[in-house]
Nanobody
Framework: QVHLVESGGGLVQPGGSLRLFCAAS????????MGWYRQAPGKQRVLVAI???????NYADSVKGRFTISRDNTKNTVDLQMNNLKPEDTAVYYC???????????WGQGTQVTVSS
């Protein structure tokens, strides 16, 4: 199993930047695509950025051009650089493998990002 710890969130004004950090433990980290997900109040958790084991990336249209995902397979870390933040980016952000069958127990605590003037 994989244990995930997210950090780096906080309160930022529109147009500002944050960098989120994810530390993972488990023997399958480097073998799986990793993603950053977010969940706004009252909404479903959605995938916003993905990076494959080889480093290829893709992004949801809502964050494309503003967010950058990266990973270090040696350190078992996944980062999310967020620029030009907007109020609609406000959510709890989670990292996880991008695989089928994730359950409630497979998620970390997440880190809160609040974008507000």
């Amino acid at each position: 199993q994989v244990h995930l710890v997210e950090s780096g969130g906080g309160l930022v004004q529109p147009g500002g930047s944050l960098r989120l950090f994810c530390a993972a433990s488990g023997n399958d980290f480097s073998m799986n695509p990793m993603g950053w997900y977010r969940q706004a109040p009252g909404k479903q958790r959605v995938l916003v950025a993905i990076i494959t084991s080889g480093g290829s990336t893709n992004y949801a249209d809502s964050v494309k051009g503003r967010f950058t995902i990266s990973r270090d397979n040696t350190k078992n870390t996944v980062d999310l650089q967020m620029n030009n933040l907007k109020p609609e980016d406000t959510a709890v952000y989670y990292c996880n493998r991008v695989v089928a069958g994730l359950g409630v127990a497979d998620w970390g605590q997440g880190t809160q990002v609040t974008v507000s003037s």
